[in-house]
């Protein structure tokens, strides 16, 4: 955290500056440092009365996109993977969908993302998973909202990423599980037939 900020204090203090540009290349971190580096660049930004770039790399997501909203203007890559940003808190409906396939499932304060309880005597012993996620991409100036289940990937693949600023269950006591890992044996075809019928109820246009 020290270096960065240095690095963003000497950035915002050079001799007839013009703007400050950030290669963002982070799959994410702690949701609090990201937000204190968000304010001090937005208030060096303010101070100095110059615009902030940023430049998304291989992964700007999580809290690495998080940082890259307190640019003005955010360029990327077509096959940069940009978004699943934290803040993004609303549950779509995920947790009736999951309700579905007998899934108990929601949301936790101060987390983000669709959460379940493990079983005390099985895998994890009571640990509490995510299992869905919300997320934001950009794509040449445009902001896409979307969202993830698990239902049967490959839970080994999380372990190199930090998902939504949350470290694995050795240092934060949280994991990732999906359907399958909870030994529920859903096909695809059934998950989107049931997002089908959720997202009707969820999204249907009401009158007044």
């Not at 947790?95 to 396939?101: G, I, K, P, T």
Request: charged share 20%; glycine share 12%; net charge positive.
């Amino acid at each position: 955290m020290r270096r960065y900020t240095a690095a963003i204090e000497r950035a915002f203090h050079l001799r007839r500056l013009k703007g400050v540009a950030l290669a963002v290349n982070s799959p994410g971190g702690s949701a609090a440092q990201s937000q204190l580096l968000y304010r001090r660049i937005r208030q060096l930004a303010a101070e100095r009365n110059v615009p902030v770039f940023a430049f998304a790399e291989d992964v700007a997501a999580s809290g690495g996109y998080w940082l890259a909203l307190a640019a003005d203007e955010i360029y990327a890559e077509e096959t940069s993977l940009v978004g699943s940003i934290g803040v993004v808190s609303a549950g779509f409906g995920l947790s009736d969908v999951l309700a579905r396939f007998g899934v108990e499932a929601g949301r936790r304060k101060g987390r983000v993302g669709i959460w379940v309880q493990r079983s005390p005597s099985g895998p994890g012993r009571g640990r509490e998973d995510k299992i869905a996620a919300i997320g934001v991409r950009v794509r040449r100036g445009i902001a896409y909202h979307g969202m993830s289940l698990n239902v049967a990937p490959n839970l080994a693949h999380y372990r190199a990423i930090v998902p939504c600023g949350i470290p694995g269950p050795e240092v934060s006591g949280f994991g990732v599980t999906s359907l399958k890992d909870l030994g529920i044996g859903a096909t695809l075809a059934e998950m989107d037939a049931a997002l089908r019928a959720t997202f009707e109820e969820a999204f249907s246009a009401r009158g007044p």
